[in-house]
């Protein structure tokens, strides 16, 4: 990997004024694969996680790793138990255990004041037994209570012990006088919410600086370069500008897909790897605009079973517009099925479509005369057709229902779409020719696709689906 990152790199410098951007291309491309074997290799030797294993949770929770389905519930139910055999009590001097846990429980959406019946979070009010770690406890505590904006009486005070804990030269130590490189970048990490006070935004100036002085040295391990990446990319510089991603590379393994901890090593190191996956999640997350590493504010949801979910940014989205509402106990349900009324009744909402005559199907039974009128509404619009006085309300609705009826509603409202070449799937070629019409129109705006060539068209449409089909639908009405 060194060595191609060389050659690369010459061939760059060769050709700097054609492209000028290839250095920086090159770079996000490698540390992407990096970070996707990497992934693999923590999953390999994490299958179960739990306790103790919170920096790989982290590591694979903000960089939006391809994990198994339950995976994170997994190391939520063991901790749970853990929690429970420990009575609340992770350790009896080293609070950056509870920070640790903290930090972990808000990557994946869980709610750390309550943990198997236990506040882990007001363990970190305790300022004294924190600090008493050195300079690591205030830092991760603040870092940790900042996850999740959690309430916390003490948050000035570990701001005003970290920048008065700040030696003449700009660095920081664990303890004592001599800087510490490793301690300096996460002293950055933990005040970079707070750059803006004119105190702050000095402290972490001259934690820089002595960053840059350092760097003229070098470093001796990755985790090093992993901790420099991750404080640069959560105050908004990008890494790459001084050739830390590729510093950070040079300590990749391509034989296992890890991280080794120095350059002499010639396997990976558990350690190594799982700082140096979080310090590119970081990375990525600068690149793409999204909130910094530990700012994991994103990860909070409005329902208690949705925080982990794929579509968990769609259903926000909706339930924020008010098209689809959760249940009374507080979940949303989103693998369970929508019905035919309910959709129809979610686009109607979304139009703001009304309601000037009586719906022409004698099966509504008892429904409430508000979602009767938006069925009558969406039967005007024509998202909804006649079928002999039945409409099935309570059926499943197919995707290639559900399909028809954003076709429908996209050409009440616009030209009727008329697709220029059809899209086809393996499973769809004996449809009608409104629903290829509405499969093409589907796939063109990428409101929605198949899977491996299918389209699954008779198969129900889960909740989490319809809430992806629909905001990406608005968007294409906008």
């Not at 410098?13 to 990497?38: C, D, G, K």
């Not at 509603?409 to 779409?417: G, L």
Request: aromatic share 10%; hydrophobic share 40%.
């Amino acid at each position: 990997m060194k060595n191609i990152i060389k050659i690369v790199g010459s061939f760059v410098l060769a050709f700097v004024l054609i492209l000028p951007l290839s250095i920086q291309a090159y770079a996000e491309t490698t540390a992407q694969e990096a970070y996707n074997t990497s992934s693999h290799y923590m999953l390999e030797r994490v299958p179960n996680p739990t306790y103790g294993d919170e920096w790989v949770i982290i590591a694979l929770a903000r960089g939006e790793a391809n994990v198994p389905a339950t995976y994170f519930d997994t190391y939520y139910q063991n901790l749970q138990q853990q929690i429970q055999e420990k009575q609340g009590n992770l350790h009896k001097y080293k609070y950056t255990e509870y920070a640790r846990v903290i930090l972990a429980l808000s990557a994946i959406g869980k709610d750390a004041t309550n943990v198997g019946g236990y506040n882990l979070v007001e363990k970190l009010q305790n300022f004294d037994q924190v600090v008493w770690q050195g300079m690591n406890g205030p830092i991760f505590a603040l870092i940790a209570l900042d996850s999740w904006g959690y309430e916390a009486t003490v948050r000035d005070k570990y701001i005003q012990a970290i920048v008065e804990s700040q030696l003449e030269n700009g660095g920081f130590a664990l303890s004592g006088d001599v800087a510490d490189l490793d301690i300096t970048a996460m002293a950055i990490q933990a005040l970079a919410p707070y750059k803006e006070r004119e105190h702050v935004a000095l402290t972490i100036q001259r934690a820089q600086s002595f960053m840059k002085q350092q760097s003229k040295i070098g470093y001796n391990s990755s985790e090093t370069v992993a901790q420099i990446v991750t404080a640069l990319s959560s105050i908004g510089i990008n890494p790459q500008n001084d050739k830390q991603i590729e510093r950070l590379l040079d300590f990749y393994n391509e034989a296992d897909g890890g991280f080794k901890h120095v350059h002499e090593e010639t396997a990976s190191n558990g350690m190594a790897t799982e700082q140096a996956s979080y310090a590119l999640a970081a990375y990525h997350r600068f690149l793409n605009g999204q909130s910094s590493l530990y700012d994991m504010q994103d990860t909070r949801s409005s329902f208690r079973d949705t925080a982990t979910s794929w579509a968990k940014d769609y259903i926000e989205q909706s339930y924020r517009l008010g098209l689809i509402n959760g249940f009374e106990d507080g979940t949303f349900r989103p693998n369970n099925h929508l019905t035919r009324s309910q959709s129809a009744v979610i686009l109607v909402r979304a139009m703001k479509f009304n309601s000037h005559q009586v719906a022409p199907y004698l099966d509504l039974g008892n429904m409430p005369l508000t979602m009767k009128n938006e069925i009558a509404a969406a039967y005007e619009a024509g998202i909804i057709k006649y079928n002999n006085g039945v409409f099935n309300p309570n059926d499943k609705v197919t995707r290639i229902q559900l399909a028809l009826m954003l076709l429908r509603t996209y050409n009440q409202q616009q030209a009727p779409f008329s697709p220029e070449k059809y899209v086809f799937y393996k499973d769809t070629v004996n449809l009608g020719e409104e629903q290829q019409v509405a499969l093409t129109f589907l796939a063109q705006h990428e409101i929605a696709q198949g899977s491996n060539g299918n389209f699954n068209p008779n198969q129900p449409t889960t909740r989490a689906e319809a809430t992806k089909m629909l905001i990406n639908f608005l968007k294409v009405m906008e």
